[in-house]
């Protein structure tokens, strides 16, 4: 993978999106967050959103590792 030919900005936009739809969709996790860690809906989702940022910050990191040892 060439970096140079990536446009990271956009993939952090859609591994953030991808990051923040599997989170929702564990709705056993998704229900311990709620119950555990959330006073409020702003609360509930900040922290969900937060997140997922972090999840795509990360997969982006790693990506850009590997795409210099290409």
Not at 23 to 42: I, N, P, Q, V
Request: glycine fraction near 4%.
């Amino acid at each position: 993978m060439n970096s140079d030919k990536v446009n990271w900005k956009q993939a952090r936009v859609d591994a953030a999106i991808a990051a923040m739809q599997g989170k929702l969709a564990d709705h056993t996790a998704m229900s311990r967050l709620w119950h555990g860690a959330c006073e409020d809906t702003s609360t509930f989702h900040r922290l969900i959103a937060e997140s997922a940022v972090q999840l795509a910050d990360v997969l982006i990191a790693e990506l850009k590792k590997k795409g210099e040892k290409v």
